[in-house]
């Protein structure tokens, strides 16, 4: 099994970039699935005029994000709560693509400097998945007050209440991937 975690902040000094770390080093250390930290400010992307599908020449760039999306079993996805909503970046790449996205399992992580964890931008996120036909699981993880959950490196600040938390969910996440594993054989 493999994961991608995707980094959907591009801006200086991010914070939900912890978060990112974090989920890699527990799947990492606990030898739960492959792993992969897909930093979208890495990829410095363009607005998208057009889906992957029917761009006539698309970038070397664009076919390496696309393709370690498509191998990836399932996703998980730290959002960043930008007033209200979710950055333009992961909108960007969450339009590109299309049946790398269809009945992905994928895991929401919400994040904010603030009380309320990112629970703000989850609606309009949920509904721009569930169009893309992506499996969204049921388990949320909130994150409040970022800066002070996590260190730079993606430590955080109480490490048993925060890996009980994140072990609830990557167990849902992977229970989702499996099923979906077994579907898909089945066929």
């Known amino acids: 099994m493999h994961i991608a975690i995707i980094s ?3 801006r200086p000094g991010r914070n939900s970039h912890r978060v990112g770390l974090h989920f890699k080093h527990f799947i990492e250390e606990r030898h739960l699935a492959g792993c992969d930290l897909v930093d979208l400010q890495e990829y410095n992307f363009p607005v998208f005029e057009e889906r992957l ?3 006539e020449n698309p970038s070397e760039q664009i076919l390496h994000f696309a393709d370690r999306i498509a191998k990836a079993d399932g996703v998980i996805v730290i959002a960043p709560e930008y007033n209200g909503g979710y950055p333009a970046s992961l909108k960007n790449i969450i339009d590109l693509l299309s049946s790398e996205w269809k009945g992905k399992p994928t895991g929401i992580v919400t994040v904010s400097t603030g009380p309320y964890g990112g629970a703000l931008l989850l609606p309009s996120l949920l509904f721009t998945l569930w169009k893309k036909g992506v499996w969204v699981v049921n388990a949320r993880y909130h ?3 970022v800066q002070e959950a996590f260190d730079e490196n ?3 600040k109480d490490p048993a209440v925060t ?6 969910f990557t167990d849902q996440l992977h229970w989702s991937m499996e099923a979906r594993r077994k579907m898909l054989e089945d066929q």
């Open 8 to 10: 959907s902040s591009i």
């Open 163 to 168: 890996g009980k938390r994140t072990a609830d």
């Open 53 to 55: 599908r029917f761009m």
């Open 143 to 145: 994150v409040s007050n």
């Open 154 to 156: 993606g430590t955080p």
